[in-house]
């Protein structure tokens, strides 16, 4: 973290014990010191440690907890510490942020909260800090979460950063949630797509079609055909999850994958590609419906790693897919009319996925959206390219932010009127889906799910097809 001093820094992770405690330490470090995934990491470190029952779903919420609220905590440390975090040891505002969420938001008594969080202080070789530690923890001790949330909105007067507070997101991510509810005339439903946000997700699965049936998996979701809700325990030890016959994957990702392969009846010889493959949840599913529709599917994926998930995650429906290491910038160019179905499940924000990212809300800022939304664009105009004239594109990006969504497909749509038209996704939705989805009306029939109106990640989906060549 810049500005902060990194006199621990990784090495305090090697000398602690699997306690959940400590995995819960290790893994905030991790996301710290090496921009690692919580949702990626822990559940290794819990296997690790040998973690099960109490102690894991402990390891757990204590890591999601304090990262989802991390800056709720942080206003409340800098209160009680007298200083900014800035000036805070980074190893040490990682103790004391675990501490709080003990204290305000889990039911840890208040001696143990303190006590196994100092101990944990000397095992990660910041004893220097040990009893700054206590004192801060202590002085937020003495009050409860809602005293100390009522302390910090006293004299506030705006409304996103009111919101900002209460709800454990940065003001200016408050702004854009408003901003894309309001596209709906739903700006009400903000407090409710905050509170949702900090809800852990249930986990879900995707029965790969031909592979496995979503009825074998678990209950059935509400709306994907091939959805079903995990069972207790780790989804992985399903056989078919094991297999990879069915993948865990959330929701609103499968819809995203089906509202293309599903828009209309398969021609079988159809071309297919997945432009942004990786890590290749809906390049599966898409690889499983066209092989059962006799189409080919191509994925590309920029990253070398990331194009060696897809290819383990494509080896069980068929071994044979090409999986490329490429610039999607440049797809159009080279295969210029080539492809009768083209995924652009978009680089973006991830702001979507919220609920099971935590700290994604921490880790970007502002201003990460416009060079993101100048990339979105030049893919979305390569993936247009390498189009067929009739062709389906399926433009995708997990976030709702209005600057990654509309306005990517606003601008597109401006600068070629005759040459390119959206499709009505939200009435392709409908015919998909197991029971109807309440979707607000967006610009050229596109949709945005959410996390708190149908449980998803908010993914926006808008349908696009070529006139003639470009």
């Not at 790969?208 to 209950?219: A, R, T």
């Not at 949840?281 to 499983?288: E, I, Q, R, V």
């Not at 990339?375 to 247009?384: D, F, I, M």
Request: charged letters at 25%; proline letters at 6%; glycine letters at 8%.
């Amino acid at each position: 973290m810049t500005g902060r001093p990194q006199s621990v820094g990784s090495k305090a992770r090697a000398h602690t014990t699997a306690t959940p405690r400590q995995v819960a330490f290790d893994v905030l470090r991790a996301v710290a010191d090496d921009d690692a995934y919580a949702n990626l990491l822990l559940p290794t470190r819990l296997r690790r440690a040998r973690l099960v029952g109490a102690d894991a779903a402990f390891a757990t919420e204590l890591t999601y907890g304090t990262l989802r609220r991390r800056g709720h905590y942080d206003r409340i440390i800098a209160r009680a510490a007298g200083r900014s975090v800035e000036a805070i040891d980074a190893v040490a505002l990682d103790l004391l942020r675990l501490g709080a969420h003990q204290l305000l938001g889990m039911s840890t008594p208040a001696h143990a909260a303190v006590s196994e969080t100092v101990e944990l202080t000397r095992r990660a070789r910041a004893a220097r800090t040990t009893g700054f530690v206590n004192a801060v923890l202590r002085t937020i001790s003495r009050d409860d979460d809602l005293t100390w949330t009522a302390r910090l909105l006293d004299g506030v007067t705006d409304p996103d950063e009111r919101a900002a507070i209460e709800h454990a997101h940065p003001a200016w991510l408050v702004g854009a949630l408003r901003a894309a509810l309001a596209r709906e005339g739903r700006e009400h439903e903000l407090e409710a797509l905050l509170i949702a946000d900090n809800v852990a997700p249930r986990v879900t699965l995707a029965a790969l079609p031909g592979f496995s049936e979503p009825d074998e998996l678990g209950d059935r979701t509400p709306y994907s055909p091939v959805g079903a809700r995990s069972v207790a325990g780790d989804p992985a030890a399903h056989p078919d999850v094991a297999a990879g016959r069915a993948r865990v994957q959330d929701e609103g990702s499968q819809l995203a994958a089906l509202v293309l392969s599903r828009a209309r009846p398969v021609t079988p010889g159809e071309r297919w590609l997945d432009l942004c493959a990786g890590p290749g949840g809906k390049a599966a599913l898409l690889a499983a419906e066209a092989r059962a529709a006799g189409a080919t599917l191509t994925a590309n994926e920029v990253v070398p790693a990331r194009a060696d998930l897809v290819r383990r995650a494509l080896h069980a429906v068929d071994s044979t897919i090409e999986v490329r290491v490429g610039d999607g910038r440049e797809i159009g160019a080279l295969e210029p009319n080539s492809y009768d179905r083209i995924l652009l499940d978009a680089p973006c924000t991830g702001l979507g996925a919220l609920r099971r990212r935590p700290e994604a809300r921490w880790r970007k800022t502002a201003d990460d959206v416009a060079p993101l939304a100048t990339l979105q664009g030049e893919l979305v105009r390569s993936a247009l390219t390498a189009l067929k004239p009739g062709g389906v594109l399926a433009y995708v990006t997990c976030s709702p932010h209005p600057d990654e969504t509309t306005a990517i497909v606003d601008a597109l749509l401006a600068e070629s009127p005759t040459d390119v038209a959206p499709l009505d996704t939200l009435a392709v939705l409908a015919t998909i889906t197991r029971t109807p989805l309440d979707l607000g009306e967006l610009a050229h029939g596109a949709a945005q799910l959410w996390p708190h109106r149908h449980g998803t990640d908010a993914m926006f989906i808008q349908l696009l097809t070529r006139r003639s060549s470009l």
